[in-house]
């Protein structure tokens, strides 16, 4: 007899030091990136999932904060059935009600996918574990393996910390595949790292995740980012591990700028920072150069800033973003502070009969 199941998880948006930016085969990332998962901005997503009389499913209905969205929900048949094909059979026995939320404002600016496509996951996993299926693979492997098919980022949502996903000599078990956690080899002065987010812009995302990786297919400098974004995953594990602070702020502000010069490299090209992202970026280098404190920024696909450091340096910094940042600002800004976070929660899994 088959069950119904309600299964519930919490999961966290990650920000990446080292950019995934370009991708090969079917959601294989061109180089390794590397992570930090945050704490407070969070996607909870649960799903029930009702037995079908036949093998017609998945059938699937999405809802967000309460609110049926129709794109999203085309998005989502596509991946599960892509799932249901390839992955987890399963899939076409039952009927998905999918009800998620956001801790931060859908037009924060920040990359909710991964924090949502983690989610999902995590709940797919947990019925297949039940139901004995996908025997063989570790949960969490193959929770990030499965969120990887539905946004690359997502796979690096899985776990707490600092996260590497790709292929890479210095990460072992690391795989193009999934995520894996590097925290053993992460020296305690990072494990307590801020990450205040400067929203200049809640607009929109300009162009897709997607449509972005497809630019790096033809971009004329390809081989080189692929080339230099392995050596600045190598190098700054090594710095995570050392604690050397004054590289991990070098690799960490050219990795941000590299990606948007190949986005204002690309053809069409995009520049996607704002007057205010260059703005906060000087003030951030003037900051660090004139207190020696290595605070330092980085950015995703938007004008939105992130600002890294330790919270040793909470109230220097904070007094920095009140009196030197947000005057400067020609329009009004959001700052949300999170930190280095513990990965996903299960919130709860139920075999409703
Ligand atoms: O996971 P995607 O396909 O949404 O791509 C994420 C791309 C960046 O956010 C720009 C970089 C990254 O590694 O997260």
């Not at 901005?41 to 649960?46: D, G, I, L, W």
């Not at 900051?287 to 995703?300: A, E, H, N, V």
């Amino acid at each position: 007899m088959m069950h119904t199941f309600q299964v519930k998880w919490k999961s966290p948006a990650n920000i990446a030091l080292i950019k995934y930016w370009g991708k090969n085969g079917h959601q294989l990332p061109a180089n390794a990136s590397l992570s930090m998962t945050l704490s407070e901005a969070t996607s909870t997503t649960e799903v029930i999932f009702s037995p079908l009389q036949q093998d017609q499913g998945p059938l699937v209905q999405f809802s967000f904060e309460g609110h049926a969205n129709e794109a999203f929900q085309q998005k989502i048949e596509h991946y599960l059935q892509y799932l249901a094909n390839h992955e987890m059979p399963f899939l076409r026995q039952y009927h998905l009600d999918i009800r998620s939320s956001n801790s931060f404002p859908h037009s924060a600016g920040i990359a909710s996918s991964a924090a949502f496509m983690s989610s999902l996951s995590l709940c797919l996993c947990s019925v297949e574990e039940q139901l004995q299926e996908g025997m063989g693979y570790a949960f969490f492997e193959r929770a990030s393996y499965i969120a990887r098919l539905g946004s690359g980022s997502a796979s690096r949502s899985i776990y707490g910390g600092y996260v590497s996903w790709g292929r890479s000599s210095h990460v072992p078990h690391s795989s193009d595949e999934y995520a894996t956690p590097v925290n053993k080899r992460v020296h305690p002065a990072f494990m307590n790292y801020v990450d205040a987010i400067i929203i200049v812009s809640e607009q929109p995302k300009a162009i897709s995740s997607s449509a972005g990786h497809r630019l790096m297919d033809n971009h004329p400098f390809h081989l080189a980012r692929y080339r230099q974004a392995a050596i600045h995953h190598e190098d700054l594990l090594l710095c995570l591990l050392c604690n050397d602070r004054e590289r991990f702020v070098e690799i960490v502000e050219y990795e941000a700028l590299q990606l948007h010069a190949l986005l204002m490299t690309s053809k069409p090209s995009y520049i996607l920072m704002e007057p205010a992202t260059l703005y906060a970026i000087q003030k951030v280098r003037e900051f660090r150069k004139s207190t020696g404190i290595p605070i330092c920024f980085t950015l995703d696909a938007g004008p939105n800033i992130h600002l890294l450091y330790a919270n040793e340096y909470k109230d220097a910094v904070e007094e920095f973003i009140r009196n030197q940042i947000i005057p400067g600002m020609t329009q009004t800004v959001r700052i949300m502070f999170d930190r280095l976070g513990n990965g996903p929660e299960q919130l709860f899994f139920k075999n409703i009969g």
